[in-house]
């Protein structure tokens, strides 16, 4: 009884009908805010006009004009590193701009820093929460404007501080402790704290980075309930989000970034999917090696049928065919890696088969599957691929360390520094020698030798997961080089990317994932910007 009861106060707390019910009509009262917040900062029509930005050589914003209106939620939409991060960190006093100035109604702002911005009543919810974990939320929520008791200074006033932190997020409809850690939130409450935290501070002009990409629908719901109260009181918001249908439900207005320069902008009236997914794509491709694509033909290497994950996936069906190169398009979060995982052993499955080269590998093993001949190349090198203390040596063999014993157990160490020094060739990994440790190896470099590590293990098919992230464009040339010449010798490829111009240069063949499901196919003359960048927002599963 007692448990049912709880779980029910959990549902109503943390449930989208508790946030429109509740009672308080306004967010933001004055005693929300700290006290040394002397002079309340208004909501007002937030501009960036014709700002600059480079990063060393690299020219990210380029004249952009911007302006928010109070009462209005305006969106950002762009491909991935089109710079809408750097606008809203520029408009937030994290980065200082070139050239070109930001306005506040008819005044001109000084944002020497994020504190300059805040005072001005310009907060920016970040892409990552920043929250810090050791700390516990109310020492969060209060960091760097902590009251003081009294008129001595240096006495923090903590009961204050919990009572106003725990007032602040119940607004919301937000019920967690704020004694307790900032890490054991999970990342939409994380979120949420931001919010509270822009409000404790008083600032009426909230920037939302992309924050529904980690959350589920249900949060993304609750979220959305608080950004249209807000609205209503007339705060001023910035969002960006890459979801389409997400954009279209909250925004007034719609803003395009492509290669740090607004394409388009757009009321309410003028919303349309493919006007925007032509803002945001249309451009000739930045680097001219697009492939040729091929025909595959033979029987499949590698079958899957009706492949299914309650919460993930649902019913993927896969044929892949030797030489082939397949991309998975689609956004972080529609589900690619977990149906790579999935394919691999690495992930539960409630339904469906795998097949390897006629083996059926559903419920195999991890070393088996290797065996058999498939393996996932990870996203996150840092976490899954590369063991950065240990050699360039170590590294490279780490994939086939069973094989590599001989029948007394001891590692083949003269065939372990052969395999290496044939990584290191053939990969063209910058490194002084085999006993170089990983971690001294740039992004591109480590990557490379993670590559080499798993197709020592000559697959018949590779899972490349983001093969390029975070790489220089030099090291994303020669990995795309080697996947080519990969796919030559026959093996299958598939690669996993975010990016347009990767899926685009490298494929074959690509498959639109959006939600957890495949929603396209494109092949040969139907793989252009266009219909990628349409892939990727779902076009075909929901009519434009
Ligand atoms: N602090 C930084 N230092 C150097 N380059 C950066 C920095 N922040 C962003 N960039 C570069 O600026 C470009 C745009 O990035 P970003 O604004 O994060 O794009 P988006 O948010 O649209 O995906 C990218 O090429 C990125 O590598
Ligand atoms: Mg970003």
Redesign the pocket.
Known sequence: MGASRAADHNRTAHGERNVLAMSSPTLASGQDRAPDQAQAPRSGRLSAVEID?S??T?R??KRVSLSLAPGEVHT?M????????????VLAGI?RPDAGAITLDATTLDLRNPHAAQAQGIYLVP?EPALMGELSVAENMYLGVLPTRGRLPGRVDWRSIRTRSQDSLRTLGLDIDVRDDARHLSIAQQQLVECAKALLRGCRIILF??PTSPLTSREVGFLFGIIRRLRDEGYTLGF?SHRMDEVMEISDRISV?RD?AVTDEVDRAGFDRSRLVSAMVGRTLSFDRKRTHRAASGRPVLTVRGLTHPSAFRAIDLDILPGEIVGFAGLIGAGRTEIAEAICGLRDKSAGSVVLNGQDITDASIPRIIEAGLVYVPEDRARHGAILPMSIRDNATAGQITRLQNPIGLLDRLREAEIAKQTLARFRVRARGPDQPMRELSGGNQQKIVFGKWMSTNPTVAILDEPTRGVDVGAKEDIYRLIEELSQSGMAIIVISSELEELIALCDRILAIYAGRITAELRGAEITAASVGAAFLGAGSTPA
């Open positions: 930005k990063f060393l690299n990210v914003l950002l762009g491909e991935n590193g089109a710079g809408k991060s750097t606008l809203f960190r980065h892409q980075d992309e960006i970034l740090g």
